[in-house]
């Protein structure tokens, strides 16, 4: 593949074939060893009807459904753009929320262990079904699709400032609940308010560095503060919805003459009927991810507070899986957009209205998560970023779970924790195993990649004091 370096860390792949955009990469050569395959998955997006500008892979691309994960794409609605499923993937809504104490590192030292001890206790995690939360039936679970976060609080499980500071203030609008399938809803009844599995965390954290004080300040950290980082999303709900609408699509595309190179691209145009359900059932699931990390955020709460008397505040939350439909400049003119953003994080710029206030003139948060025990960063949305303000979401994974599992052993991996002061209680260690930082990118290499690429500046960087794993 002719990969050219237009300028640090962005290269082009011209279009070629069916391509109808070309291909633009933020990475370096380095990030980029190893992902031939996802590349090929970055041309094939460029094939999408009414893609607009490029098909974008962030410093974290490796391969995915369809999509590849770290993929962002965006299609003229009044054009006959498509919307795919694959562009958001099975886990909907998937995203991180940040949350600050009201305690330092050193203040929380003595009650770790307890901390850590309740949290392992309150955090429903793993494979199957068990949650915080069981709605009391199938009507209380479509008042969560529809509200998201905002029926979490009112339900009382939260306060006003977890809206404010939440992405769409802590709701999707246009949820269709109605388009979701009664197996998607039979998932979802007994897993709300759950970590599950594979990469998702509860992290206890420490903010170790502050690159821009003032963005901190108004975000609501600071030097040595501890955080709290959760990473989940809508479970066995949302993976539903995306198995159930590939389906529909693949068999309507013939009749909106769509030939895509992957079938796992299988789309249709956002304003079909077919593309209209999809949104609406992904926007419901993203309100049950939403509602899902708020549910958590109140768990985690009840812990510092029986077990270390502090307080935790929302810094922001915020989705890396998602499609929405967007206003940008495309060719001098705004046009209506629909905006897929892959295992890539929205970073809208300073003064965007969409922004909450108190932190508008900083720009966006963008929440970072870090591999097992090395780093997370917390990032800001910069004027004139690129791909349609976005930017990465991770590590980005190099190995399969279980090339990482045969890479070392689990009591190998809880020893390096061990000596590095990091509590950990995951639901087995051999699960923990799959997630050693050696299948991962190096997380500073990749946000270097971003910030240097343009697309987002660095706030600051937090280090695990402690993590539940699934």
């Known amino acids: 593949m002719d990969l050219v370096e237009e300028r640090s860390f962005r290269y082009r792949i011209a279009p070629h074939g069916g391509m109808r955009v070309p291909g633009v990469v933020f990475a370096s050569r380095q990030l980029l060893a190893d992902a031939e395959q996802s590349l090929e998955q970055v041309v094939h997006v460029a094939a999408l009807p009414g893609i607009v500008c490029a098909s974008y892979a962030m410093p974290d691309i490796h391969w995915g459904y369809g999509f590849p994960i770290g993929g962002v794409a965006a299609t003229d609605v009044d054009a006959g753009g498509v919307v795919s499923p694959g562009g958001v993937g099975f886990d909907i809504s998937c995203g991180v929320r940040l949350l600050a104490a009201d305690c330092d590192a050193d203040e929380l030292r003595r009650a770790l262990t307890a901390v850590m001890d309740g949290l392992d206790r309150a955090i429903p995690r793993g494979a199957g079904p068990g949650g915080v939360w069981h709605p009391d039936g199938p009507g209380e679970l479509e008042r969560l699709l529809a509200g998201g976060s905002r029926y979490a609080v009112e339900r009382g499980h939260g306060e006003e400032r977890d809206l404010l500071r939440c992405e769409d203030g802590g709701a999707v609008g246009d949820a269709d ?89 299988a789309c249709t145009p956002v304003d079909s009927p077919e593309g209209r359900a999809y949104l609406g059932a992904m926007a419901a699931a993203a309100n049950y991810g939403r509602a899902n990390r708020q549910l958590l955020s109140d768990a985690a709460r009840a812990v510092f507070r029986r077990t270390a008397h502090a307080r935790l505040s929302l810094v922001y939350d915020v989705s890396h899986n998602l ?56 990032l800001a949305g910069v004027p004139g970023g690129d791909a349609f303000h976005s930017t990465c979401h991770g590590a980005g994974r190099t190995m399969s779970r279980h090339q990482a599992a045969r890479t070392v052993t689990g009591s190998e991996l809880r020893m390096r924790l061990r000596q590095a002061g990091i509590a950990a209680r995951p ?29 987002c500046r660095k706030v600051a960087r937090l280090v695990p004091l402690g993590v539940v794993k699934g």
């Not at 040595?224 to 068999?251: A, E, K, W, Y």
């Not at 965007?352 to 932190?359: F, G, K, N, Q, V």
């Open 427 to 455: 639901k087995s260690w051999r699960g923990l195993s799959e997630e050693t930082p050696e299948a991962y990118k190096d997380v500073d290499a990749v946000v270097a990649a971003s910030e240097g690429a343009g697309l």
């Open 177 to 265: 609940v109605t388009q979701v399938g009664q197996r998607a809803r039979e998932r979802g009844l007994g897993q709300v308010g759950s970590l599950g599995s594979a990469n998702h965390f509860l992290e206890v954290q420490q903010v170790t560095e502050v690159y821009d004080r003032e963005a901190a300040a108004a975000f609501g950290i600071e030097p040595g503060q501890v955080c709290v980082m959760i990473h989940c999303g809508s479970r066995g709900l949302g993976h539903q919805i995306c198995t159930d609408h590939v389906r529909f699509m693949d068999r309507a595309m013939a009749r909106y003459g769509i030939t895509v190179p992957d079938r796992q691209l």
């Open 323 to 378: 499609a929405k439909i967007e206003t940008h400049p495309v060719d001098g003119r705004r046009r209506r957009l629909c905006v897929h953003r892959k295992g890539a994080t929205r970073a809208f710029p300073p003064g965007h209205p969409e922004l909450p206030e108190d932190i508008r003139e900083f720009g966006q948060p963008v929440l970072i998560p870090g591999t097992l025990g090395t780093a997370s960063y917390v």
